[in-house]
């Protein structure tokens, strides 16, 4: 399933790790990510915990799905401007039973 409307997809993984922080673009709710074609904002939009319902790490994480997808789990884009200042790619552990943001790509 891809929510995505018709002409645009979630990204794969491999995809979302082609990303960077913009230079100087890292804020404490977010950050500019330099994308090819130009630069877009990713919000710490935080997630919603699997089983509780409740939003977590609102303006710490911004985790966004890939469509790279694993046995029970999925890979996940996570956006930290509250430990690490960075992205990568969270791997085996992302319960398919998160809310996390989607951000939709041009196919």
């Given at each position: 399933?891809?929510?995505?409307?018709?002409?645009?997809?979630?990204?794969?993984?491999?995809?979302?790790?082609?990303?960077?922080?913009a230079p100087n673009g890292l804020y404490d709710?977010?950050?500019?990510?330099?994308?090819?074609?130009?630069?877009?904002?990713?919000?710490?939009?935080?997630?919603?915990?699997?089983?509780?319902?409740?939003?977590?790490?609102?303006?710490?994480?911004?985790?966004?799905?890939?469509?790279?997808?694993?046995?029970?789990?999925?890979?996940?884009?996570?956006?930290?401007?509250?430990?690490?200042?960075?992205?990568?790619?969270?791997?085996?552990?992302?319960?398919?039973?998160?809310?996390?943001?989607?951000?939709?790509?041009?196919?």
């Amino acid at each position: 399933y891809d929510p995505c409307p018709a002409g645009w997809r979630v990204p794969s993984g491999q995809e979302n790790m082609s990303m960077e922080i913009a230079p100087n673009g890292l804020y404490d709710n977010g950050a500019i990510i330099t994308v090819s074609g130009g630069n877009i904002w990713l919000p710490s939009s935080g997630y919603i915990e699997p089983g509780k319902g409740n939003f977590t790490m609102v303006a710490n994480v911004g985790m966004y799905w890939s469509s790279t997808a694993e046995t029970a789990t999925s890979v996940a884009l996570s956006l930290d401007t509250y430990n690490m200042n960075k992205i990568y790619n969270y791997r085996g552990s992302t319960n398919r039973a998160s809310g996390l943001s989607v951000r939709c790509i041009k196919e």
